[in-house]
């Protein structure tokens, strides 16, 4: 073991301990509830911890790897205080990869994800409102009951931007992928949970047009 820190963007130390790796830092600060506001991960690899209800209020993930991580319940939100006023906005986690990794039930809201990819990645009732996902990869995913709520998933008024493109992705409902469809992503080989009424209609058709 030897000493590991995390700093903010702007330089401040905000944790330190003795641990194997930066990875295993930032698993204590987390159990300990240390204060990670503004924590700085740009292009950091994180894996193999239990990240589960982290607070990330302002942290920069912008290029980070998360691989083999539980961050179930984790919230993503950032905030800043204005008198005696909450205002939420952006938290940027644009490039990074997050492979293996449990965020059911997460929050985004309001969080940069430009050109993120997620792989293998449960997202199971996760929030995802009002975020920006435009150009991410969404691949052997689990969606369902994921709220996309007023996200985006292209640029707005770029005809060449890249989209968002889910690839055997499991979602809750036909309306759910086709919702996001709609909002302008790339849906290939979806599946949906047994659960949906029509699910083994589907698989039946399927069935059919693989004898014909």
């Known amino acids: 073991m030897s000493k590991q820190a995390l700093y ?25 509830k240390a204060s990670l506001v503004g924590l700085d991960l740009r292009n950091k690899t ?22 083999n991580v539980k961050m179930k319940g984790a919230d993503f939100k950032r905030f ?12 940027d986690i644009s490039k990074a990869v997050f492979k293996n990794v449990d965020l059911s039930e997460a929050e985004f809201y ?8 997620f792989i293998n990645t449960n997202l ?5 409102k009002w975020s920006n996902f ?23 008024g770029d005809l060449f931007s890249k989209k968002a493109k889910f690839e055997n992705v499991e979602f809750s409902s036909l309306e759910q992928a086709s919702m996001l469809e709609q909002k ?17 209609a589907l698989v039946n058709l399927a069935k059919k047009a693989k004898q014909r």
């Open 80 to 91: 800043e205080k204005l008198d005696d006023w909450i205002l939420g906005s952006d938290t």
């Open 134 to 156: 435009a150009g991410a990869k969404f691949k052997d995913c689990n969606v369902s009951g994921a709220i996309f709520d007023d996200v985006k998933l292209k640029q707005a």
């Open 110 to 117: 309001k969080t940069d994800a430009k050109e993120a990819s």
């Open 124 to 128: 199971e009732d996760a929030d995802l």
């Open 46 to 67: 994180i894996s193999d911890v239990d990240l589960s209800n982290a607070m990330f209020n302002s942290v920069d993930f912008s290029n980070a790897t998360f691989e």
């Open 184 to 200: 302008g992503a790339k849906v290939k080989k979806p599946t949906v949970k047994e659960t949906d009424p029509r699910f083994s």
């Open 8 to 32: 903010s963007t702007s330089g401040k130390l905000l944790y330190e301990t003795d641990a194997e790796n930066l990875s295993k830092c930032l698993e204590k600060a987390v159990k300990e």
